[in-house]
């Protein structure tokens, strides 16, 4: 599937300023949050001009989706499928793992921007078609694979919503028994090989 936005320049150099800027960028907007921050904010963080930036992504919206593109594929590629499947309990505990929690607040600013903002309305839409396809294929053993999602992807929202206003994530232990008990997930599924 080819991108709503121009590929990126793809000299070392090049690569390494938009790397930077992604990194830079995702630590301004969940510092200040993304409706509080301007492109010249992440260029003074990041020590280039606007016009660097412009050299890689064509808006603000633009760069949001790519920061948040990055960070799922960084996390996704950790996903091991066939684990999910014997200890699902360590599923559960995804949603609330704090090493994702900057991208669950980059996901709500990104919510919100999408209803005024073309540029990450359509690249939110890419981005979670692409998912939701990759989830479905992973979930394809199961029963009604297309609720499973709905709900994956409701727990995660939810989950950020809590988090942007910042209630504290429960207990993981906690979490995790209560959420496998809501979906029925047996003792024996719970526990580690």
């Known amino acids: 599937m080819s991108s709503v936005f121009a590929d990126p ?41 606007k016009g660097a930036i412009y050299g890689h992504f064509r808006s603000k919206g633009q760069l949001l989706v790519e920061v ?3 960070q799922l594929a960084e996390r ?5 499928a066939q ?8 599923v559960f505990f995804q949603f609330i793992n704090p090493d994702s929690r900057h991208l669950r607040l980059l996901q709500i600013d990104a919510a919100a921007a999408a209803r005024h903002d073309p540029d990450v309305a359509a690249g939110m839409a890419e ?10 294929d992973t979930l394809r053993r199961l029963d009604a694979p297309e609720v499973l999602l709905y709900v994956i992807n409701a727990l995660s929202a939810g989950v950020g919503v ?6 504290p994530a429960p207990n993981p232990e906690l ?19």
Do not use: C
């Open 162 to 167: 809590q988090e942007a206003h910042s209630r």
């Open 175 to 193: 979490w995790s028994k209560t959420v496998a008990r809501m979906f029925g997930v047996t003792e024996s599924a719970r526990r580690s090989p």
């Open 76 to 80: 996704d590629s950790r996903f091991d």
């Open 68 to 70: 948040i593109r990055t």
């Open 127 to 136: 981005i979670f078609s692409a998912r939701n396809a990759w989830i479905l």
């Open 9 to 49: 320049p793809i000299t070392p150099k090049a690569e390494a300023t938009r790397a930077r800027l992604l990194e830079v960028a995702a630590e301004v907007f969940v510092e200040r949050g993304y409706a509080a921050v301007s492109l010249r904010d992440i260029a003074v963080a990041a020590g280039v001009t």
């Open 83 to 90: 684990a999910a499947f014997e200890r699902p309990i360590e």
